[in-house]
């Protein structure tokens, strides 16, 4: 019997996982293996290979979606979507399968959250919170200028700027999923023009960059 008919999706998989082992750093093989012993293997362990059609892959992310406890974001089930078509992207370079099934597949977008603008009584807590604090200018600069956290501060490197997620959101993201979940993310910008003078007005009295002695 042809061996590419007895193999299981599972055990495909954890194939696929030995290979991807030494070709990937740690950190990101550990967040394959997680993803597909938490989301995948028990959910398709009876599934041949040989077997396995788009439409399976889409009433697993169904049930991802519905059926965890406690539910999954979307962005969790895409990044199971985006290694699953890693993983049998392989499977067809080996020639185990002709095509890819997960290309056939719609994994859910994530959701984007209600802008939540800043107001002047945020404004004045934050300003509270961190006043006479090293947090200071760059809190004051964020909020007057939308300016990201590295430039405020005076790092370098990508970050994001200064968020806020929608209220009462129940869903769980994978620590693998961040990525994915980013988009779930949206600048807060200030809702009156008094912000920026305001936030100037921080800045200018607070001790920036006292002078050298001389």
């Given at each position: 019997?042809?061996?590419?008919t007895?193999?299981?999706?599972?055990g495909y998989l954890q194939?696929?996982?030995?290979?991807v082992?030494t070709?990937?750093r740690r950190?990101t093989?550990?967040?394959?293996?997680?993803?597909?012993?938490r989301y995948v293997?028990?959910?398709?362990a009876?599934?041949?290979l040989a077997?396995?059609k788009?439409l399976?892959?889409?009433?697993?992310?169904t049930?991802l979606?519905?059926?965890?406890?406690?539910?999954l974001?979307?962005?969790?089930v895409?990044?199971?979507h985006?290694?699953?078509?890693?993983?049998?992207?392989?499977?067809v370079r080996?020639?185990?399968?002709?095509?890819?099934?997960?290309?056939?597949?719609q994994?859910?977008?994530?959701?984007?959250?209600?802008?939540?603008s800043v107001?002047?009584?945020?404004?004045d807590?934050?300003l509270?919170?961190?006043?006479?604090?090293s947090?200071?200018?760059?809190a004051a600069?964020?909020?007057?200028t939308?300016?990201?956290?590295?430039?405020?501060?005076g790092?370098?490197?990508?970050t994001?700027?200064?968020t806020?997620?929608?209220?009462?959101?129940?869903?769980?993201?994978?620590?693998?999923?961040?990525a994915s979940c980013?988009?779930d993310r949206r600048?807060?910008?200030?809702s009156?023009?008094?912000?920026l003078?305001?936030s100037?007005?921080?800045?200018?009295?607070?001790n920036?960059m006292?002078s050298?002695p001389?």
């Amino acid at each position: 019997m042809d061996q590419r008919t007895e193999l299981s999706v599972q055990g495909y998989l954890q194939d696929w996982l030995q290979h991807v082992r030494t070709r990937v750093r740690r950190r990101t093989y550990e967040g394959y293996e997680g993803v597909l012993r938490r989301y995948v293997f028990n959910r398709l362990a009876t599934v041949e290979l040989a077997e396995l059609k788009p439409l399976d892959l889409q009433h697993l992310y169904t049930d991802l979606l519905a059926n965890s406890d406690p539910p999954l974001c979307a962005g969790t089930v895409l990044n199971t979507h985006l290694v699953l078509t890693q993983a049998f992207g392989q499977a067809v370079r080996w020639g185990l399968i002709p095509s890819n099934p997960a290309n056939g597949a719609q994994p859910p977008r994530p959701r984007r959250a209600e802008l939540v603008s800043v107001d002047e009584v945020l404004i004045d807590k934050l300003l509270a919170t961190v006043e006479r604090s090293s947090c200071e200018v760059p809190a004051a600069l964020a909020i007057g200028t939308g300016m990201r956290r590295a430039r405020s501060s005076g790092c370098d490197g990508p970050t994001s700027m200064v968020t806020s997620r929608s209220r009462g959101s129940a869903a769980r993201c994978s620590p693998h999923a961040k990525a994915s979940c980013s988009s779930d993310r949206r600048p807060s910008t200030p809702s009156d023009p008094s912000c920026l003078a305001r936030s100037s007005v921080r800045i200018s009295s607070a001790n920036v960059m006292p002078s050298s002695p001389t």
